[in-house]
C-alpha cells in the first residue's frame, strides 16, 4: 500500500496528551490509504484529531466512607454527519489517547453502514471489579453528571463498551432524564428492554461478524460449514460469535477468556462449555478439552479466526505463525500495522474492525430510531435490517478492494473517509 506523509496541519506535532499507542495505530491506518482516498489535504488535517475531548475527575463516596477519585474521559472525533456515538468501557488502562483512538474508528465504522452519526468514545480509569454495585452506581451517576454538556439524543449517545452493560446504560439514562424532567430512553443505546432496549441489541456485535465472516467465505470460494474456527474471547462479542458460528455447521475448535483458552480439534461442545464457565467463573480448568494459553491459542490451525479480546493481539511477533485461511476482527484494533503487513504478504485476509464488529452500533442505530418513534421492532425484522447493512457495507469494500487491489482495511478506511469528507466539504467550515 502507498506511504504518503500526514497533511500539513494546525498542530506541527501531535498534541501530547494524544501520544497514545492505539491513537498512533489509528493515525497510520488513516495515513496509509490518504493517498487512495484522494480527499482535500485541510480536511485530511481535520480528520486525524478530534472535535473535541474532555477530561474530568469523578468523585465517588466508596462503601468504607472514604472518597476516591477516577480519571474519566468523553472524545468526540466527528459530527459532521450527525450527533456522535460511541461506547463507554470502565477499566484500568483507559487514556484519553485510547478514547481518541476508538472514536475515530467509530467515525468509519458509521460512515462506512450510512449512519447519521459521527463517532465518539468514553471511559473511566478503574477496576471495575474490585468495586462493588453500589460504587459502580454512584460511578456511572457521577460521571453521567458531569457529561451533561456534552451528550443529549442529538448531541452524543452512549452505549456500552469493556465492562459496562444493560445496568449501566439504565442508570446513565436515568441520570440524565432526572435532570430534564422527563423520561429520555434514546440519550443512550444498550438498555434494558423495560427502558427501551433493543431486542437483540446485546447480541448485535457477535451477530454481525458471523453475518460478515459467512459472506466473505463464500466469496473466498468456501463455507463456514464443517470450517474449523478459534475465537479469542469468550465474553460479549465472542460468546455470540461462536454460538452463530455453530449454528452454520462450523466446528468451533478453540475459544478463551482472560484466564486462558481451550482447545479440541474435534470441535467444542458450546452449552457444556458455557455451563462450566457459569459455575466456575472461568474456563480455566474445563475437563473436555486441552488448556492453552491466549498466546498459543492465536497460532492454533483453522479456518477462521475471530478475534474477540482486545487492541493489539495479532502483532509483527507473533503475525508469522498464525495457522489460518481468514481472520476475522469482532474487537476495536486487534491488529497492529506490522500485523496487517506481514499477513498482506502471506495471502491472510483481514476482515477490519470497522466492517466487521460494526452489529453493535447498527443495532443501536436501530434502538434510537425505536425510542425516538416510540414504535419497536421485533428480531426477526432487526436481523433482517442488521444483515441488509452489514451486506451492502461488505459489497462496497469489496468492490473497491478489488478496483483498487486494496486490502480489506484499507478499502473499508477509504470508503468511510470518502463519506465524511465529502460531508465535511458540502458544508464547510464555519464561520
Known amino acids: 500500500m502507498a506511504q504518503v506523509s500526514p497533511p500539513k496541519a494546525a498542530y506541527d506535532e501531535l498534541p501530547p496528551e494524544l501520544d497514545d499507542p492505539l491513537y498512533l495505530q489509528a493515525l497510520g491506518q488513516l495515513d496509509q490509504v490518504l493517498a487512495h482516498a484522494d480527499i482535500d489535504p485541510g480536511v485530511a488535517a481535520k480528520l486525524r484529531l478530534p472535535e473535541r475531548a474532555l477530561s474530568i475527575s469523578i468523585p465517588v463516596r466508596m462503601d468504607d466512607g472514604s472518597l476516591a477519585l477516577f480519571p474519566g474521559y468523553r472524545v468526540q472525533h466527528s459530527s459532521v454527519l450527525g450527533p456522535t456515538k460511541g461506547g463507554v468501557r470502565y477499566d484500568v488502562n483507559v487514556t484519553l489517547g485510547e478514547c481518541a483512538a476508538l472514536a475515530m474508528w467509530m467515525t468509519w465504522k458509521c460512515a462506512l453502514l450510512g449512519l447519521p452519526y459521527g463517532g465518539a468514545k468514553g471511559g473511566v480509569r478503574c477496576d471495575p471489579r474490585s468495586l ?129 483458552g481451550i482447545y479440541n480439534e474435534e470441535g467444542l461442545d458450546l452449552p457444556d462449555v458455557d455451563a462450566w464457565r457459569a459455575e466456575h467463573g472461568s474456563l480455566e480448568g474445563y475437563p473436555r478439552a486441552r488448556g492453552v494459553t491466549n498466546a498459543e491459542l492465536l497460532e492454533l490451525p483453522c479456518d477462521l479466526l475471530v478475534l474477540a479480546a482486545t487492541e493489539k493481539q495479532v502483532t509483527g511477533e507473533n503475525a508469522p505463525r498464525l495457522a489460518t485461511r481468514l481472520v476475522a476482527e469482532g474487537a476495536n484494533g486487534p491488529t497492529t500495522l506490522e500485523a496487517d503487513e506481514i499477513l498482506a504478504a502471506r495471502e491472510i485476509p483481514v476482515l477490519p474492525d470497522i466492517l466487521t464488529n460494526a452489529g453493535g452500533v447498527a443495532v443501536s442505530y436501530f434502538e434510537w430510531v425505536q425510542d425516538i418513534q416510540r414504535l419497536f421492532w421485533t428480531a426477526e425484522e432487526i436481523r433482517h435490517r442488521l444483515r441488509d447493512l452489514m451486506g451492502d457495507a461488505l459489497d462496497r469494500v469489496w468492490t473497491l478492494s478489488e478496483e483498487e487491489r486494496l486490502p480489506f482495511r484499507g478499502a473499508a478506511l477509504v470508503t468511510s473517509i470518502r463519506q465524511v469528507a465529502e460531508a465535511l466539504e458540502a458544508r464547510g467550515i464555519f464561520p
Open 132 to 260: 462493588s454495585p453500589k460504587e459502580l452506581e454512584g460511578l456511572t451517576r457521577r460521571f453521567t453528571s458531569e457529561l451533561l454538556p456534552l451528550i443529549g439524543p442529538q448531541k452524543d449517545i452512549p452505549a456500552p463498551d469493556m465492562a459496562t452493560d444493560e445496568q449501566t446504560m439504565a442508570w446513565m439514562m436515568d441520570t440524565y432524564s432526572m435532570q430534564v424532567g422527563h423520561a429520555v430512553p434514546e440519550i443512550v443505546t444498550g438498555k434494558p428492554l423495560s427502558v427501551g432496549g433493543s431486542v437483540l441489541r446485546p447480541e448485535a456485535t457477535g451477530i454481525g461478524v458471523v453475518m460478515v465472516a459467512e459472506e466473505a467465505v463464500r466469496r473466498l470460494g468456501w463455507s463456514l460449514e464443517g470450517s474449523a474456527c478459534v475465537v479469542q474471547g469468550y465474553g460479549k462479542v465472542g460468546r455470540v460469535a461462536a454460538h452463530e458460528l455453530a449454528l452454520r455447521g462450523a466446528r468451533v475448535v478453540a475459544v478463551s477468556d482472560i484466564a486462558g
